[in-house]
């Protein structure tokens, strides 16, 4: 499989003759203290050669020196390379870089970038990065490597972001809070794993296959995300004989796809308030793992992917190379198929009750551990190392019971997940634990969150007890003891506990939007009918003039309902001040049902 017959002596006597040529002058951005955007131009023109494969007079291969030393070259897959070229293209060419200088391109420890126009416009419309291991890592995921491949749905020509200095692939990388230079902004769709090419038996699958971002209103931003994940077999590493499927394989392959989607997530910008220095601001997630669906049939296939085959010998293992199709549920098909075809065993909900969720991929999911541990993996809510500690809620449908649909609840207007046995609400009400894009990636913070974790914090529980697929209890820790002090039951009040019932199967982005808006339109009139009620017990609101002043649907939302919740426990302390037990049952009544009238009686 792997081309074991690449000449090395040239390659040697290649770089003996060039580099003390190449090393008397440098690319003027390498190494300062600016962003580097493009690949550094050559320091010699006499140290470029070219090789001529096909024999038609014009050459199909460059090899130079960038970067103090390091090999690299360049395969001309359109035919319009030229002597004195000082590079290939970045529409349909070939970049090979020898890291590690052992004189193999391609093979481990080393990036390869591949440019494909599938349309022949002159703009990319592919690009595939390899970013290869070590050739020791024989088992387990290789969190060092990357296979990523980009589909530029848009035709901005924005793909992934290699750091040309560092000569490494930072998907993370950002200007701002979260205005990143991957091509994770507007309709793009991405495919990735953390492996070694050499390592995968079918490259034509993947493990995030794929990862879209959608842009329903045409601003350039991401407004939705769906993410679907083929868990691969991977060979283990306690010594335990390897699965049969890599004995069927290769000795020589660690990683088999199943063709099955067995998680799947989807996330929602549901305000749509996205913009500059807020470039990503997902609000909602739904979440489904189980036996999921099969994929196998949904092939792509795309002009030009094949690459130049006369230059395959020069690449340790070209089977990325030799691949003329992709497969992977696509931009039109994946949402559809995640409730058509997936069998689920369970489903999460989270919603970033603090409004500080930029990460591109979604709002992280709280797991349903211990209610009050904190930190990565820690057992609690967050053991997500890129969850936030504190400031989202989180529920959960432990048998898939209510498929995914949503509901808006009388217990507190707020929009929750339909069949969830329990959940929970970690209060940071003034966002000062936030995530951001989860602070793992700079050097030296690889597994450290942006903000210190809090020692205590405001929960809220919710509980459906009599399991018809809404919470009707709810409790609360308000003082961060780890103590509820306060139970309320709806059954116990009288309340119904049903909602109006919303199929996220049958939603578009707009509908998502529209339900939201339902939701915070419900949310405000409670606050706002809260406020003329005080008024008719003497009670001074204007304590709360800056929840009064809201200035996006968010802080509609947000301050609607802390402003509900306030007056309600100030009239609730009135009350107990009064000894007036009618006056308290009356205001929890209409405090939960959402009818400030009740406490009018």
Known sequence: MKHKNIPLILLILFSAVTYNLYAQQKYWNEHTQLTPWRFPLVADKTGLTYEDLTGDGTPDIIRAFILDSIPVMWIDDD???RYGDLEGDTDNDCLLIDLNKDGIFGGPKDLCIDWVDTDEDGIADMQLVIYNG?????????WDSDFIIVIDIEKDDIKSFIDWNQLLPLCWEHSGHSNFFQDYHGNTLLLKMHSSSFRVADTRFNCENPFIFYDHDNDNLTEMSVRLMDIPHVRPCNGDNPHEIFRKVSDEID?????????????????????QGNEFDFDMTVHFYGKGFDYSDQIHKFKNLRGLPEADRYIYDPRWRQMS?????????????????????YCWFVFDEDDDCNRWERVEFYYPYDLFKVGTAQGGLDSHKQADAAGDRGEFDQDNSGKGKLYLSPIDGKIHLFGAEWGAWRIDQNAKCFQGYGGLYPPGEKEQRLHKDPESFATVKYTDTDNNGFFDLIEYDLDGDRIFEERVSLPELGIDDSGMIYDTSKMKYEDTQALFDICTNEIWKRGQDAIEVAGQ????????AFWKQPHTPFERYSYGYWLNFYIYKDLCHLAELNKDTKMRKRLDKAYYSGNWKEALK
């Open 134 to 142: 070590s050739a020791d890592a024989r088992c387990g995921y290789d």
């Open 325 to 345: 199709e992709l497969i992977y549920p696509d931009e039109k098909v994946a949402y559809d198929m995640i409730f058509r075809k997936g069998e689920w065993d």
């Open 255 to 275: 990683v088999v796809y199943s063709g099955r989607i067995p998680w799947a997530s989807i996330s929602w910008d549901v305000d749509n308030d996205n913009g």
């Open 537 to 544: 017990y003497n009670l001074n609101t204007s304590w709360y």
């Open 79 to 81: 035919g319009d390379m």
